[in-house]
T-cell receptor, first 111, second 112 residues
């Protein structure tokens, strides 16, 4: 069974902390994505990656960075967490023209 | 940049009704279009993927159509059930076909 796994379902961090959200897929997909989802704003693309060590900015990259050192793992980094980064974060992976699979989501609260 | 719009934003129907959800997109040069379902507080589950060469796909009571030239897709749900209550999202790749853009979703409630 295909799987995209996010490291945490719920996370509470303090303002100014460096936060790492991890995503692992077991399907050998080239593409991986990070989105955040907020009420009334839908899913917004933060970053995506189409190959190892490759990354592209999405619509809202400010305050975030990513790392893809291995094909199966795509990490989202909040360099200095702020309260406006409180959100649901969703990771996905896909082949270029294939079905996308999502992780279960990480609900991050920054206090 | 690809823009995706979904209408209506919310829909409430009695059990047993057939219904149509709409998705429109601005850039018709796409590889595929995908419909997802999301339950509250959960991730997204893929329902149907239509390749650009296809006009429709069916899975059980769900049928999705694609009209690339007009930038539109519809998701048809037959004989709706309370278990169909969820938010339905459509997604299409952007112009470089490496990222995915989502509509805001349609929140469906099916009343027993």
């Amino acid at each position: 069974d295909v799987k995209v796994t996010q490291s945490s379902r719920y996370l509470v961090k303090r303002t100014g902390e460096k936060v790492f959200l991890e995503c692992v897929q077991d399907m050998d997909h080239e593409n991986m994505f990070w989105y955040r989802q907020d009420p009334g704003l839908g899913l917004r693309l933060i970053y995506f990656s189409y190959d190892v060590k490759m990354k592209e900015k999405g619509d809202i990259p400010e305050g975030y960075s990513v790392s893809r050192e291995k094909k199966e793992r795509f990490s989202l980094i909040l360099e200095s967490a702020s309260t406006n980064q409180t959100s649901m974060y969703l990771c996905a992976s896909s082949l270029q023209t294939g079905v996308a699979f999502f992780g279960q989501g990480t609900r991050l609260t920054v206090v | 940049k690809q823009e995706v719009t979904q209408i209506p934003a919310a829909l409430s129907v009695p059990e047993g009704e057939n219904l149509v959800l709409n998705c429109s997109f601005t850039d018709s040069a796409i590889y595929n279009l995908q419909w997802f379902r999301q339950d509250p507080g959960k991730g997204l589950t893929s329902l149907l993927l239509i390749q650009s060469s296809q006009r429709e796909q069916t899975s059980g009571r769900l049928n999705a159509s694609l009209d690339k030239s007009s930038g539109r897709s519809t998701l048809y749900i037959a004989a709706s059930q309370p278990g169909d209550s969820a938010t339905y999202l459509c997604a299409v790749p952007s112009y470089n076909n490496n990222d995915m853009r989502f509509g805001a979703g349609t929140r469906l409630t099916v009343k027993p």
